[in-house]
């Protein structure tokens, strides 16, 4: 059964309560590396090594940060054998990008792992092996030096899980949440931000409206979570909207069964 375990659900500032934002499939498929990746899949006792694909929203701090750390517990820890081949899907800038990351976060320990334990693929769709999963890569409403993309997820059931990448409304999500069965968005900032690189909360809540026949989901939220004193309070969301808290997980039955698990 394909299920999607939200690791993370807060935005580049970590409200209280929430980690930065991450979602990963079937225990296998990453979307962005944050921070603190590795805290947060041993949270979910997911080992480094069981991650076989990585795929890439645009060059945030807060959705990319944690990939030095992924490679180098991999070469050292969990996949010390080197038997494990990471595939990264990713904008053509993104393997520069990484890569000096890597060199600034652990020089001279990361190079060979880049060549040998990584494939780079950066074609904007394609099949991700051994899961059931296929992918399309669009471009989205964010600032626009980080490369900004959404990845539609369709799995060989037929279920379509659209990811809006960091974004303000546009035309690539627009038209794609009007065929997928779950649409997880990133509702970064509050009402009283004006910014066209960010999903309000009114916004969210007019995206429910133009699309009532699929289930959203918000994450990186800027608020803090459910029991949180501190911070920006939760958004007054209609009730069908799910703000997810970290270690909710999205249980898919079929393309029409799907359901929602908090802890
Ligand atoms: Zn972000
Ligand atoms: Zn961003």
New binding site residues.
């Given amino acids: 059964m394909p299920r999607v375990q939200f690791l993370g659900t807060g ?2 500032f970590a409200p209280h309560g929430r980690m930065h ?1 991450l979602a990963l499939i079937d225990g296998c498929i990453l979307i962005d590396a944050p921070p603190t990746l590795l805290p947060q899949l041993r949270r979910a006792a997911i080992s480094p090594a069981e991650i076989e694909h990585l795929l890439f929203t645009h060059w ?1 701090a ?2 990319i940060f944690g990939f030095p750390f992924l490679i180098l517990e991999r070469q050292h820890v969990s996949d010390a054998a080197g038997e494990r081949i990471l595939d990264v899907h990713l904008r053509p800038s993104g393997r520069e990008i990484l890569s000096e990351l890597c060199r600034m976060g652990f020089p001279g320990s990361l190079e060979a792992a880049l060549e040998e334990r990584i494939d780079w693929h950066q074609a904007e769709s394609g099949v991700l092996a051994k899961s059931g999963w296929r992918f399309e890569r669009f471009p989205v409403c964010h600032t626009p030096e980080t490369d900004p993309h959404g990845y539609e997820m369709i799995h060989q059931s037929g279920f379509r899980f659209l990811h809006c990448g ?1 974004s303000g409304p546009c035309e690539g999500i627009e038209s794609r949440a009007a065929r997928a069965n779950v649409i997880l968005v990133e509702m ?1 900032v509050p009402d009283f931000v004006q910014s066209p690189h960010h999903h309000t909360p009114s916004d969210v809540i007019a995206l429910a409206e133009r699309h009532p026949e699929a289930m959203i989901l918000v994450t ?1 939220n800027y608020a803090s979570g459910t029991d949180e004193t501190e911070g920006f309070d939760l958004p007054d969301l209609p009730e069908e909207i799910r703000q997810l808290e970290d270690g909710d997980v999205l249980d898919i039955i079929s393309e029409n069964e799907f359901f929602l698990v908090r802890k």
């Fill in positions: 935005n580049a934002a945030h807060d959705h960091d970064g990186h």
